[in-house]
DNA sequence: CGGGTAATTGACCCGGGTCAACAGCAGTGG
DNA sequence: CCACTGCTGTTGACCCGGGTCAATTACCCG
C-alpha cells in the first residue's frame, strides 16, 4: 500500500517494494476505533505508517474545540523525523479501526540508505503532505460551506483513487459529518446543510459510510479544486526504476 | 542570522556557524516589496533563505480570493526540499524590500553532510514550519476573529525575539491590515475593528508599521496562544557543540 | 432489545461581511 | 514646494452565511 502510494511520484524497484513490504510488517499495532494512536505531549520515538483504516490529525484549544488538520489514508506515513522534536504539537487519532507499522528511526535511516529512489519518494511524500496543509488552510480561509466540503470531499476522493481504493466512482466513506465539521471550520449542522446542497445538485452521493461521486469533473468546477496541490505527475520520472 | 534562528534548536560550533555563513553569502538577491519572489507553477530549482526584510507564502482562488499561509523572518528558510516537485504549488512574495540567498540543491547537500548539527536543526526548522502551518489552520477554522489576529501578532512577537529582533517590548510591523486579513481570513475591514479592540484592551500598540505588546502574558491569555507548537526549548540539546 | 452514536430539522440569532465614502500619508515628478 | 497618485487605515449603515439551541429520528452493535 505504501509502496502503490510512493508510485504516485516515481516507479519503485522490485527491490524497493520488497523493502518497503519489509519494513510495514514489523511491530505492527490495531488502534481501536475513536482512539488517539499518539497524543499531544507525547514524546514522538517513531514514525507511523497507517497500513489499513483512516485516521486524522486534530488539534484542541484550551475549551475544547477542535481541529481535524489533515487525514491520514491507507499507506499514509505520519510524520518522517518527528522524533526531532520533543513532544508532539498535536494527536492522531483513529477513526476507523487502524493498523499501525510503527518504524525507529534506525529503521527509517536504513531504509533511506538502501535507496536514493525510495528517500526521495519518502521527501516527496512529505512535501505533499506540506502543500495539503496549505491548501486546507485556503480552503478553510476562503472558501464558502458549499466550496469547502465539497473541495475536501474531492481531495480525499481523488488521494483514495491513487491507492486503489475507488471503484468505478465509489468508495468507502467512514468519515462522519462532526469529523467534517472539524475538518472544515463548520458546525456539524451546516455540514448536514451543505451535503444536502451537494446531493441535490446530484454533485455527491453519500450514505451509510459510502460516497459516489459520478461526475468529478463536474464537482471540481463547482468547488474551485484544482489537483496540481497534490503533485500527482510522477514528479520523479527521472529516478523511474525502469527508465 | 540563520544560525541564530538554528540556535533556538541546538547550539552550534563556531564551524557550523561559518559555514551557514558562507552559503548566506552567495548569489543574494534583492526582491522589491511587493513583488514575488518565486510564484505558482514555476519550476522550482533552489532553496531560499530570507537575509533580511519580511515575505509571505500565498495561494489564491482562481477568482482572487487569497490566503497567505505563512510569513517568512529575517533567518527563515523557504523549503529545504522544493527542488524535488515539478511546480511550486503556491507563491511567496516580498512584503519589504528583501535580502535572499539562493541556495542549489549541490550547496544544500554539502552543508547537510557538513555536520550532523546543521542538519537536524535544518530538519527541526522544517518541522516547526509545518507545525505553525497546523496552528494556524488551528486559529483560521476555531477561534473568534480576536483571538486569530491576537494570537497572529503574538506569534509573529515570538519568532521575532527568537531572532533579536525585540527590544524592550517594541518591534518592526511592516505588516498591513489587509496582510492581516489575508492570513486570518477576515475582512481587512473587521481586522480593523478587531485591531481597535485589542488596543482599547491595552493588549496591542500598532502604528506606522511599529508594534508593542506591553505584556505578552496578558495577550497570550486571552488569545489562547501556548508557544509549545514553536518547538522552542532547544530540542537537540544532545547536539549541542559545547556539551 | 437497549444504549450510544450519527443524521436531520426548525426557529432564531449574531459575528463578521459588504458597500461606500473619506482621511491620512508617503513617494514622485514637475 | 506643491499637486498628484496610490496605498493604507477608518467609519457607518446594512445584511447574510453560518452558528446556536433543542428536539427528533435513524442507525449500529452487542
Known sequence: MLAQRLQAFTRLSRDDCAALDRISGTSVRHIKARNDIVSEGERPLVARLILDGWACRYKSTEDGRRQIVGFFLPGDFCDLNVYILRRMDHSVGAITRVRVATISPEQMNALMSHSVRITHALWWHELVGASIQREWLLNVGQRTAFERVGHLLLELFVRLRTVGLVTDGHCDFPVTQTHLADATGLTPV???????????????????????????????????????????????SHLDANA
Open 190 to 236: 451546516h455540514v448536514n446543510r451543505t451535503l444536502q446542497d451537494l446531493r441535490a445538485q446530484g454533485l455527491i452521493r453519500l450514505e451509510r459510510r459510502h460516497l459516489h461521486i459520478p461526475d468529478p469533473d463536474r464537482l471540481t468546477g463547482s468547488t474551485g479544486f484544482n489537483p496540481d496541490y497534490l503533485h500527482l505527475d510522477h514528479e520523479g
